[in-house]
Every structure is written in C-alpha cells, then in structure tokens.
C-alpha cells in the first residue's frame, strides 16, 4: 500500500488523541481484564449506555474469578438491557478459561488470547494494544470508515474478506510506541469527527493526509453493500394472572436469541391459527377474562428481526400442567429475573 504520510499521520492522530480523549472510566485502567469487559460492552452498544453498566459490573465482578464463577442468572441480570446478551455468556466462559487454564492472567499474544470464548480479532486487539501496548491492529467499522478515506480503499467493506485489507493498513501506520492510543485514536476519530454523514473535516487532525479530503469525496467511502431485508414476526403476548396474582413466565431455551431469558407467553401470529387456543393448549392454562385487551402495542427492532407485539392482560386458572420451562410469580419474584427490553416495557406498564 503506497502512502507517504505515515509518520505524519501517526503523529497527529497520537497527539490529538492524547489532548482530546474523552475521559472514560475503561480509560483510567490499564488491566487487561477491565479493558476486555469494556470491549465487549461496546460491541454494538453507544458508549454512554455502557458507562453506568460498566461501573456496576465491575464493582460486582471487581475480579476475573468473581465473574467466572458467578450464577448464570445473576449475570444476565446485571447485563438486563444491553442486549446481545449472548456478549455476557461468552465473557463469562471467556474468563473462566482464563482463571482455570491461565493461572488467571489474560494473554498477553494475538495466538492465545484469540482462542478464548467471545474473543474475535477486535476485542483480541484491542486489549493487547490498551492493556499490554502490543502494536496489534484492532479493526471495527469506525476503523475502516476512518482509513477507507484516508488511505482511498475502495474494496466493500460488507465482504468479511475486505477485513484483512484494513487489518494491514493498521499494521502499517500503528504507533509502536503508543499502539493502545493510537487505535483509540481511530475508535474516536470515527465516532466523533470522521462520522457516516457529514464528516467534520474542518476538525479532523489528520485532514491534511486524507486522500479522500483532497479528493473531495469523503461522503462516497467507505463503499458498503446493502444487507438483506429485515424480517417482520407478530406476536400475540400474553400477560396471564392466576387468582393468587402471579403472571405467568417461561424461560426461553439455552441457545439462540436471548437466551435463558424470561418472558411472558409469546405466540406467533399466523393467519389459519387461534392463539387463544394455542396458548391454552401449550400453557394448560384457559382464559377466563380479558382484562385488557390492548395493554400494550409495540416494535421492538433487533438488527436483523422485528418483533411486532400486541399485548392483553388475561385472568387465567390452571387445566392441565404448564410446561416444565414456565411457572407463576409474583411481582416481586420477577424482579429479580433477567428480562429483555421488549419484556421490561410491559412489566413497566403493570407497575
């Protein structure tokens, strides 16, 4: 890759970073371990929705082995409302390969660290750089934004294989001496200055080695493929209460979407079937009166699936047995549950 402003495009982002870093608390650290709970945080999440998280997490797992062995539900608990919750399982098992395999000491190499649960090429990156100040390249979206226009690379940044492309351009113009900066330095640039519309040029510190800003095309990288359509999925939730005033909750299964998290009976909605009948049947539970018939109507977006849910508030009393994954609860058992956003909205609506 032929650039000639290496060392002065290193210099500026290094400095500017060290000047202008926003003051984060994963900042004030240089334990790998902190760093990585931080990192994953991040994944998909903004930055000030981490933060409050992040200071409760750690003053709950203050140490690798606090975390490794804590009760699964608890920690999705503590993890409730960040989402992607399958992050906070695989840190999890992550951590205590490091406790049981690694005397409880992250890695310090790309090789062994990359081979821990949840741990892909960024995160792995990342917590060498920051914690370890190894000069290893740690590339996320705001990265190839950032060097997409700098360096002109055209190839589409949506093929997994274009990934490689920006991993060697971040080994070619990383700081040696402040590794841990200077990728920071790309993180923040993206996020702050070389944003997805309306680049603010006029504040970037490496303007002047931007090939893209010479060229005046900033708004037309990184090039990016359209993704597939999202899919749409009705459900019909109902939130069921026996005469001792308990709802009725099930456990979603051990993998996939949320998993092992609580929720009220959701019932797709298809058009040849009843889900009045389809609840009865799965739930051993017969409607006896709907007490609201639109408690609540919602979208709730994941990345790639929306949830469209229509909720009723139903008394209910037993028929047959319910199934082994659900049982009723009062409120104040279901408190202390791991529940998602969707979920949340409509125990918000009950209190």
């Not at 989402?83 to 005397?103: D, H, I, P, T």
Request: aromatic letters at 10%.
């Amino acid at each position: 890759m032929n650039y000639k402003f290496k060392e002065q495009f290193r210099q500026n982002l290094v400095e500017w970073f060290q000047r202008e870093k926003r003051d984060l608390p994963w900042r004030r650290t240089s334990d790998p371990y902190k760093i990585w709970v931080s990192e994953v945080m991040l994944q998909q999440t903004r930055v000030d929705t981490v933060i409050p998280y992040y200071n409760r997490f750690l003053e709950k797992y203050p140490t690798l082995e606090s975390l490794a062995y804590a009760p699964q539900e608890e920690l999705l608990k503590m993890w409730e409302g960040l989402g992607y919750y399958s992050r906070a399982r695989n840190l999890q098992a992550g951590v205590k390969e490091v406790v049981e395999k690694y005397n409880s000491v992250v890695p310090d190499n790309r090789h062994d660290i990359s081979k821990l649960k949840g741990v892909g090429p960024y995160t792995a990156g990342a917590v060498l750089s920051i914690a370890y100040k190894k000069p290893e390249h740690a590339v996320d979206g705001n990265v190839m934004r950032v060097l997409s226009r700098v360096l002109h690379i055209e190839e589409d940044i949506a093929l997994p294989k274009t990934k490689k492309v920006f991993e060697e351009a971040v080994e070619m113009l990383i700081d040696q001496d402040h590794p841990g900066d200077f990728n920071q330095g790309l993180m923040d640039l993206g996020a702050m200055i070389c944003t997805p519309t309306s680049p603010k040029c006029l504040l970037c510190p490496v303007r002047d080695y931007c090939t893209a800003f010479h060229e005046g095309d900033m708004d037309k990288l990184p090039i990016k493929t359209k993704k597939t359509k999202t899919k749409k999925v009705q459900y019909k939730v109902y939130v069921a209460i026996n005469s001792d005033d308990h709802y009725l909750l099930e456990k979603r299964p051990s993998k996939g979407l949320l998993a092992d998290m609580w929720q009220f009976p959701m019932i797709e909605i298809k058009d040849d079937m009843n889900s009045e009948e389809q609840f009865t049947t799965h739930y051993g539970s017969s409607i006896k009166k709907v007490l609201n018939n639109n408690l609540l109507s919602f979208k709730h977006i994941f990345s790639h699936l929306i949830w469209e849910m229509e909720c009723s508030l139903v008394k209910v009393e037993l028929i047959s047995e319910i199934p082994s994954n659900a049982g009723f609860y009062s409120k104040d058992e279901i408190k202390k549950l791991p529940m998602s956003v969707p979920m949340q909205k409509i125990v918000n609506v009950l209190n």
